[in-house]
Each structure stands twice: as structure tokens, then as C-alpha cells.
């Protein structure tokens, strides 16, 4: 079998001319060049991507119009308490001087880390949602009054849940 077109893969060619790991990427329409396309078939050195457009700069342009080297930098404001360094999060306070949200679940006063829920209801909410969930069906919870559970539930969850024991949720949510 023949080797891989691209330019320093090593594998066999599965489809005659490329490797299963190349297999939906098209090569750049200059002759002699074995480099992967990009954008308008062609490679980042002949045109499909583009230049940064800082003055004399040959790199490519990552985020935006500029490289890495000259593209904006993200500010990083720090707690407006005297004496503190810490980067500031909410209301130009660190989660230390009240800048943190919290957790969307009713009675929990821990910070929320992950879509509006701390680290122990985010992982709660994986184990209970079906993988079949989208994220949106996360978001039932936060209305969630927990003496109308199982009702809630139901109406607010569109998917199968057949093998969902709610009393278990209950329990476990309730912890």
C-alpha cells in the first residue's frame, strides 16, 4: 500500500491517496504542495488562512484579524476590596468578597462553578438526565419546588424516562 499525501503522515493510504485520519480533509490545489486546504482549497501558506494584520507580520491571523502574538489580550480586573489581588468575578468583587454566584438548585448556598449549579448538583444532574438529553433539559431543574417533584418532572421533561425511579431523584436531589 502506498503512504499517506500528506505532508509528514507516516500511515498507509486507505482510499488510495490518503489515511483514515486525513479522510475528510481536502489538499491545497497548488501543484507539488501536499499540505491539507483550508479555506478556498487551499493551504495556510498559499492563501487559506489569513495573514494577521499587524504591520509587517507574517503570522496567521488566529482569533479574529490578528495572531496570538498581537491579537487582544483579555483584561483581567482584579477585586475592587483594598488589599486584595484576586481576579474580580462578579460586580467587581472576587468570589471571596460576595462577586460569586450561586448554585441554581433551591437552599444550596455553595458557588456555582458549571451552567449555574455548584460542582455537586452539576454532576448530580449528568447522572440523573439521560445521555440522550440536550442541555437544554438541564434547566428544568432550577424551578424545580421540591414538594411538586415528581410532577415537575414529568411535564418538564420531554424524553422517555421509563427507567427513571423520580423518588430516588427526589431523594438524592434533596441531600
Not at 490578528?66 to 483579555?74: A, E, I, L, M
Not at 450561586?102 to 449549579?117: E, L
Given at each position: 500500500?502506498?503512504?499517506?499525501?500528506?505532508?509528514?503522515?507516516?500511515?498507509?493510504?486507505?482510499?488510495?491517496?490518503?489515511?483514515?485520519?486525513?479522510?475528510?480533509?481536502?489538499?491545497?490545489?497548488?501543484?507539488?504542495?501536499?499540505?491539507?486546504?483550508?479555506?478556498?482549497?487551499?493551504?495556510?501558506?498559499?492563501?487559506?488562512?489569513?495573514?494577521?494584520?499587524?504591520?509587517?507580520?507574517?503570522?496567521?491571523?488566529?482569533?479574529?484579524?490578528?495572531?496570538?502574538?498581537?491579537?487582544?489580550?483579555?483584561?483581567?480586573?482584579?477585586?475592587?476590596?483594598?488589599?486584595?489581588?484576586?481576579?474580580?468575578?462578579?460586580?467587581?468583587?472576587?468570589?471571596?468578597?460576595?462577586?460569586?454566584?450561586?448554585?441554581?438548585?433551591?437552599?444550596?448556598?455553595?458557588?456555582?462553578?458549571?451552567?449555574?449549579?455548584?460542582?455537586?448538583?452539576?454532576?448530580?444532574?449528568?447522572?440523573?438526565?439521560?445521555?440522550?438529553?440536550?442541555?437544554?433539559?438541564?434547566?428544568?431543574?432550577?424551578?424545580?419546588?421540591?414538594?411538586?417533584?415528581?410532577?415537575?418532572?414529568v411535564q418538564c421533561h420531554s424524553i422517555d424516562n421509563d427507567g427513571v425511579d423520580v423518588e430516588i431523584l427526589d431523594i438524592i436531589?434533596?441531600?
Amino acid at each position: 500500500m502506498s503512504k499517506c499525501f500528506f505532508n509528514g503522515c507516516d500511515s498507509e493510504a486507505s482510499d488510495g491517496w490518503r489515511c483514515y485520519f486525513h479522510r475528510g480533509r481536502g489538499r491545497c490545489l497548488v501543484d507539488s504542495c501536499h499540505n491539507q486546504a483550508y479555506a478556498r482549497q487551499l493551504c495556510a501558506r498559499h492563501g487559506g488562512k489569513r495573514q494577521c494584520r499587524f504591520a509587517g507580520c507574517a503570522f496567521r491571523s488566529r482569533t479574529g484579524a490578528y495572531c496570538t502574538k498581537h491579537g487582544s489580550t483579555r483584561i483581567v480586573s482584579t477585586c475592587s476590596r483594598d488589599d486584595c489581588s484576586n481576579s474580580a468575578q462578579l460586580r467587581g468583587l472576587c468570589v471571596k468578597h460576595g462577586g460569586g454566584r450561586y448554585c441554581k438548585m433551591d437552599g444550596c448556598r455553595t458557588f456555582a462553578r458549571t451552567g449555574g449549579y455548584c460542582a455537586r448538583h452539576t454532576r448530580i444532574l449528568r447522572e440523573i438526565v439521560p445521555k440522550e438529553a440536550t442541555d437544554i433539559d438541564l434547566n428544568y431543574v432550577h424551578a424545580f419546588n421540591h414538594d411538586n417533584f415528581s410532577s415537575s418532572f414529568v411535564q418538564c421533561h420531554s424524553i422517555d424516562n421509563d427507567g427513571v425511579d423520580v423518588e430516588i431523584l427526589d431523594i438524592i436531589l434533596n441531600m
